[in-house]
Each structure stands twice: as C-alpha cells, then as structure tokens.
Nanobody, 120 residues
Framework: QVQLVESGGGLVQAGGSLRLSCAAS????????MGWYRQAPGKQRELVAV???????NYADSVKGRFTISRDIAKKTVSLQMNSLKHEDTAVYYC??????????????WGQGTQVTVSS
C-alpha cells in the first residue's frame, strides 16, 4: 500500500506564492507518474500538473508559466511551486502517484488534500 501526505497549503493574497509538497511512503518499486490535481467547490477534479518517470511534464493551460512541478526520486517527493496565484486557483489540491509496488502490483494513490485559498 502506498500513502501520500501533502503539506504546504494555506491562505495567500493574489499575486503571492505557495509551495506544495507531497511525500510518498510504502512498498514502492517504481513511480510512473506523480502529479497534482485540484478541486474547487462545485467543480470536478482537474489535472494541474504531472511529471512522468522520464521527467516529462504537462500542465493545465490555466497554470502554464506560473506553476512548476518537480520531484525527488530518492526522497519520494513531488512538489508544486505556485507563483502569481490568482483567486481562481483556490481549491483543494491533491497529490497523485501511479507506479508499481515491490510486489509488482500497480498502484494509483491519492493524498488527503490540502486547501489553497487565494484572496483577491
């Protein structure tokens, strides 16, 4: 079983910055992808950014140029640096990881979510 724990959310003024971090634990053999999703009230969960095992990245159009995803394989962490935050970035942000366990089983795990609130 793979567990993900997020940290770094909070309240920030528009134009400010926050950094989210996610630490993975468990019997992980390999990550295929790690990413961040968000869900605003009354809206569906959406992809924010993802980084693959080959270090390819993909971003939602709404965050390109403002957010940067990075990972540390040795520490089993993924981070999201969020700059120039806008009110519409307000949401619960979820960490996601997909990969293979040491038992050679696929996993697709989610964190518990961390609230990001941007005041306008």
């Amino acid at each position: 079983q793979v567990q993900l724990v997020e940290s770094g959310g909070g309240l920030v003024q528009a134009g400010g910055s926050l950094r989210l971090s996610c630490a993975a634990s468990g019997n992980i053999f390999k990550f295929n992808a790690m990413g961040w999703y968000r869900q605003a009230p009354g809206k569906q969960r959406e992809l924010v950014a993802v980084i693959t095992s080959g270090d390819s990245t993909n971003y939602a159009d709404s965050v390109k140029g403002r957010f940067t995803i990075s990972r540390d394989i040795a520490k089993k962490t993924v981070s999201l640096q969020m700059n120039s935050l806008k009110h519409e970035d307000t949401a619960v942000y979820y960490c996601n990881a997909k990969g293979i366990t040491t038992g050679l089983r696929a996993f697709d795990s989610w964190g518990q979510g961390t609230q990001v609130t941007v005041s306008s």
